[in-house]
């Protein structure tokens, strides 16, 4: 999951300098097509269903994905990365309560209560009242709302699918979904951008991959909140290559948002140990 986090702060910092260059249909667009026919020959050779098991839930959880990613590189693009990986990264939050509601997950008052403070800090965060709020933080909401659904879907299907074929459906609802638009908008990038969108396609797979992997060892709670190391790499890369500002605010915010997904995990590994002991 570490690992995940890590190569997904390297997309975002790929993303921000592409974006004002390509757009983000192109992105989206090369991501999923590179994605699908590196993985079909794998799944060919391993002798896999194509066909998977829950066709419906993994074709939901492309779109749910397809949804998120789309809304996340928008998000990128408007505001600071170090910013719009924040917002993004309140999909904890509704990892939590999609988890509950589809899954049957139980809720502790703890939970409930980390909760709200992580939308506490959402709102200090973005202070709404103030000038620098902006569509952005819009797309990125929806980006950790879209995520938060696509994890609980993840871990669902996780339980009778590999990562391969996970992954394999997200390309297919995903390049399925940004086609039109790719066709109606096409414009030949450079050699450069052609490179630097094969190496992002690529640095995506592994990273989805390794997600993928990890919702086999740890709970959707548990893998969203490991996931959020991705906000320190990617805030880190928003000011040192992007000269990202960090003011009161953002850090207040940040630290209750980050601090509460924190709260969130050690609950479900506290409730995952209790499980073990009791039934060994």
């Known amino acids: 999951m570490t690992l995940s986090a890590f190569f997904y702060?390297?997309?975002d910092v790929f993303i921000k300098f592409m974006s004002p260059s390509i757009?983000?249909?192109?992105?989206a667009f090369v991501r999923f097509l590179l994605g699908g026919l590196?993985?079909?020959p794998f799944l060919v050779q391993g002798h896999e269903s194509l066909k998977g098991n829950s066709t419906r839930v993994l074709l939901l959880r492309g779109l749910t994905g397809t949804l998120a990613f789309f809304c996340l590189v928008k998000s990128i693009a408007m505001i600071p990365l170090s910013n719009a990986i924040v917002v993004f990264y309140t999909f904890p939050l509704?990892?939590?309560f999609f988890s509950f509601l589809l899954l049957k997950e139980p809720l502790k008052k703890l939970e409930v209560l980390l909760?709200?403070?992580g939308l506490v800090g959402i709102y200090i965060f973005m202070n709404p009242g103030s000038h620098s709020y902006s569509l952005?933080?819009?797309f990125g909401l929806?980006?950790?709302g879209f995520a938060g659904i696509t994890i609980v879907l993840i871990r669902k299907v996780r339980k009778t699918n590999g990562p391969l074929i996970i992954y394999f459906y997200f390309c297919l609802v995903g390049g399925t979904v940004s086609l039109p638009f790719f066709v109606v908008n096409f414009t030949m990038p450079n050699f450069e951008l052609i490179l630097l969108l094969v190496v992002l396609a690529l640095i995506f797979l592994i990273a989805q991959l390794l997600m993928n992997q990890g919702f086999k060892y740890c709970k959707a709670s548990e893998g969203a909140t490991i996931l959020m190391s991705e906000v320190v790499f990617a805030g880190l890369a928003g000011v040192f290559f992007f000269s990202d500002a960090l003011s009161v605010g953002f850090l207040v915010g940040a630290s209750l948002i980050v601090g509460c997904g924190v709260g969130l995990n050690l609950i479900?590994?506290?409730r995952a140990s209790s499980y073990t002991m009791s039934n060994p």
């Open 9 to 11: 702060a390297v997309t």
């Open 23 to 27: 757009g983000p249909v192109p992105i």
């Open 38 to 40: 590196i993985l079909l």
């Open 94 to 96: 509704f990892t939590t």
């Open 115 to 117: 909760t709200v403070i």
């Open 136 to 138: 952005g933080h819009i």
């Open 142 to 144: 929806l980006a950790g």
């Open 268 to 270: 479900g590994r506290s």
